[in-house]
């Protein structure tokens, strides 16, 4: 059974503070990892897909990073308005129905 | 385009009521997923639908929940009878060919 663990649940961060949210998984055969931004209210919105380890992307203060275990989030020099859930999802290559699994996901508060 | 839509945003409902909720996915895309959100469990997958056809229904709680998809439009998800431990945010997401996820803006059902 695929298995996706977020770490932390939450972080508190003040502005400017860099950090690394986590995401692990388990899965056989990985066909791609995805993070997702959910702010209150709303659906989750796609930021990043990796597809295998040493794969790196970036979107202004965020890069994501994967590795054959897990990827990491890193938020640098974090901004008020980066304050939501992020949310880690895995799809398995077997199978074939490539249905995602998410993690609970890590809430992210961006103090001014 | 407009993005994943659902509708109604918000239902409140007592015990025993049907409750329908709807979603209409973006255009074009062929994969179509039911979710649905909790504090305690996250993002729980009900039910996916390939080309309008259902794949996997193994998350759909019991007899009490149903999901159809007519036709590449359009989907429902109804619960008949509902409960109160059926309150949560229901997401609907579309994609192409198994790709990144659009998430629609969820449904906020309490059922009293």
């Known amino acids: 059974e695929d298995q996706v663990t977020q770490s932390p649940e939450a972080l508190r961060l003040q502005e400017g503070e860099s950090s690394s949210l986590n995401c692990s998984y388990t899965v056989s055969g990985l066909r791609g990892l995805f993070w997702y931004r959910q702010d209150p209210g709303k659906g989750p919105e796609f930021l990043f897909t990796l597809y295998s380890a040493g794969e790196e992307k970036e979107k202004e203060r965020l890069k994501a990073t994967l590795t054959k275990k897990e990827s990491f989030l890193h938020i640098t020099a974090p901004k008020p308005e980066d304050s939501a859930t992020y949310l880690c999802?895995?799809?398995?290559?077997?199978?074939?129905?490539?249905?995602?699994?998410f993690g609970r996901g890590t809430s992210l508060i961006v103090h001014p | 385009d407009a993005g994943v839509i659902q509708s109604p945003r918000h239902e409140v409902t007592e015990m025993g009521q049907e409750v329908t909720l709807r979603c209409k996915p973006i255009?074009?895309?062929?994969?179509l997923f039911w979710y649905r959100q909790t504090m305690m469990r996250g993002l729980e997958l009900l039910i996916y639908?390939?080309?309008?056809?259902?794949?996997?229904d193994s998350g759909m709680p019991e007899d009490r929940f149903s999901a159809k998809m007519p036709n590449a439009s359009f989907s429902t998800l109804k619960i008949q009878p509902s409960e109160p431990r059926d309150s949560a945010v229901y997401f609907c997401?579309?994609?192409?060919?198994?790709?990144?996820?659009?998430f629609g803006s969820g449904t906020q059902l309490s059922v009293l």
């Open positions: 999802a895995v799809q398995a290559a077997s199978g074939g129905s490539y249905i995602p699994t």
């Open positions: 639908f390939n080309n309008n056809v259902p794949i996997d």
């Open positions: 255009s074009g895309h062929n994969s």
């Open positions: 997401a579309s994609s192409f060919s198994n790709e990144k996820l659009f």
